[in-house]
């Protein structure tokens, strides 16, 4: 069997304040991706080594990691296509737990901040029936509901490394995804979070964060249109500041 | 956030060579500087019709020294910042704007190629009226 050199980043507070790496050579074949290697690694050789991951399929979104220097879903790149051997690290940018794993807390309260929920202003009685909409509508917004919360597009993000206040693409991506939904009324409530400061206008169109999503949810695309569409309606409430409604 | 409790987390801190870390990050800061470089040219473009108003000999002067090996080598690499500029924006337009025609959106390349129509066609324009 062909044997491959996995270097993986450990951090054990407890014993070493500071990182550093370990190598280990296991056996693998073609079928293995680099989340069976880390799995192998702990099954039979160190059963210390500590890293997330559940589905092993590319949904749940938690073995994301940096693989030789990019960050990637652990579950869905194989081995055999880095011969010379993997480094697999932690994903930049965020704190680090313990060897691979990440605090994800900052993530996840950017997310929640943008308030991903349908708004109305006026909840109709269940009698009246769904809220319709046509396959076109969903269209509009459909590849920024694929988001699995990976976290890679942060790790991705030269902004988000420099400024952690920064909302940054996942979470202004989903703002958009309900913004651009037909049956939903809550795009000024959102337009506070994510026009302010911290939101779109920091981002320099770096679009780093869309090359590594594995679900192309473009969350470049949801930035720069959401710029726009804010742009748009800010003009339009000078020019007509009756109001648009 | 108040922090977690347990062990300390360790911070990494960012290289500050981050952006040689890929090609993509790399393209990303000579786009930023490409904009320095428009910058300079237009400046020294207006300098060029500022001569012109001083009179003929001034505007000599001002074509003596666009032939000056620097001043060429200052164009030569404005030039390509420049086209750099462009055609990286061009790019980013499918990305930004989404055309729709009733209730069809107009495919990325369609767009793009409307840009790059556009683009070629005030060139040949702005040519045409330079040259004669
Ligand atoms: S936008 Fe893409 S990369 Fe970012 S968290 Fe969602 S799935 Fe992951
Ligand atoms: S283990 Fe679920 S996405 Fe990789």
């Known amino acids: 069997m062909k044997t491959i050199d996995i270097t993986v980043t450990r951090y054990d507070p407890e014993n070493s304040p500071v990182p550093y790496?370990?190598?280990?050579?296991?056996?693998?074949?073609?079928?293995?991706?680099?989340?069976?290697?880390?799995?192998?690694?702990?099954?039979?050789?160190?059963?210390?080594?500590?890293?997330?991951?559940?589905?092993?399929?590319?949904?749940?979104?938690?073995?994301?990691?940096?693989?030789?220097?990019?960050?990637?879903?652990?579950?869905?790149?194989?081995?055999?296509?880095?011969?010379?051997?993997?480094?697999?690290?932690?994903?930049?940018?965020?704190?680090?737990?313990?060897?691979?794993?990440?605090?994800?807390?900052?993530?996840?309260?950017?997310?929640?901040a943008v308030k991903p929920w349908m708004i109305r202003e006026q909840e109709k009685p269940v009698e009246e029936?769904?809220?319709?909409?046509?396959?076109?509508?969903?269209?509009?917004?459909?590849?920024?509901?694929?988001?699995?919360?990976?976290?890679?597009?942060?790790?991705?993000?030269?902004?988000?490394?420099a400024d952690k206040s920064f909302i940054g693409p996942a979470a202004i991506a989903l703002a958009h995804r309900y913004d651009m939904d037909s049956r939903e009324e809550g795009q000024d409530q959102r337009a506070e979070v994510i026009g302010s400061h911290e939101g779109i206008w920091e981002c320099s169109f770096v679009g780093e964060c869309s090359v590594v999503c594995p679900k192309h949810v473009d969350p470049a695309a949801a930035i720069q249109r959401s710029k726009v569409q804010l742009t748009k309606d800010h003009i339009l409430g000078l020019l007509w500041p009756w109001g648009k409604s | 956030?108040?922090?977690?409790?347990?062990?300390?987390?360790?911070?990494?801190?960012?290289?500050?060579?981050?952006?040689?870390?890929?090609?993509?990050?790399?393209?990303?800061?000579?786009?930023?500087?490409?904009?320095?470089?428009?910058?300079?040219?237009?400046?020294?473009?207006?300098?060029?019709?500022?001569?012109?108003?001083?009179?003929?000999?001034?505007?000599?002067?001002?074509?003596?020294?666009?032939?000056?090996?620097?001043v060429l080598v200052f164009l030569g690499v404005s030039l390509a910042f420049c086209l750099l500029h462009t055609v990286t924006w061009i790019h980013l337009t499918p990305i930004v704007m989404v055309v729709r025609m009733?209730?069809?959106?107009?495919?990325?390349?369609?767009?793009?190629?409307?840009?790059?129509?556009?683009?070629?066609?005030?060139?040949?324009?702005?040519?045409?009226?330079?040259v004669n």
């Open chain 1, 21 to 112: 790496e370990q190598t280990y050579t296991i056996p693998y074949d073609d079928e293995m991706v680099v989340l069976d290697g880390l799995n192998y690694i702990k099954d039979h050789v160190d059963g210390s080594l500590s890293y997330r991951w559940s589905c092993r399929m590319g949904v749940c979104g938690s073995c994301g990691m940096t693989v030789n220097g990019v960050p990637k879903l652990t579950c869905a790149v194989f081995l055999k296509d880095y011969p010379q051997g993997v480094r697999v690290g932690p994903m930049d940018h965020f704190p680090v737990v313990r060897d691979l794993v990440i605090e994800m807390d900052d993530f996840m309260d950017k997310l929640r």
């Open chain 2, 102 to 130: 009733g209730r069809k959106v107009i495919p990325a390349k369609l767009v793009l190629a409307g840009n790059y129509l556009v683009w070629i066609l005030l060139s040949g324009v702005l040519w045409y009226l330079v």
């Open chain 2, 1 to 70: 956030m108040t922090p977690a409790p347990g062990p300390p987390r360790h911070q990494p801190r960012r290289s500050s060579l981050w952006w040689l870390s890929n090609g993509r990050y790399f393209l990303f800061m000579l786009r930023e500087l490409s904009a320095v470089f428009v910058a300079l040219y237009a400046l020294s473009y207006l300098g060029g019709l500022y001569r012109l108003s001083q009179g003929k000999d001034s505007y000599e002067a001002y074509l003596a020294m666009l032939h000056h090996p620097a």
């Open chain 1, 129 to 161: 029936g769904e809220y319709l909409q046509s396959p076109e509508e969903l269209q509009l917004f459909r590849q920024f509901s694929m988001c699995i919360n990976c976290g890679l597009c942060y790790a991705a993000c030269p902004v988000y490394a």
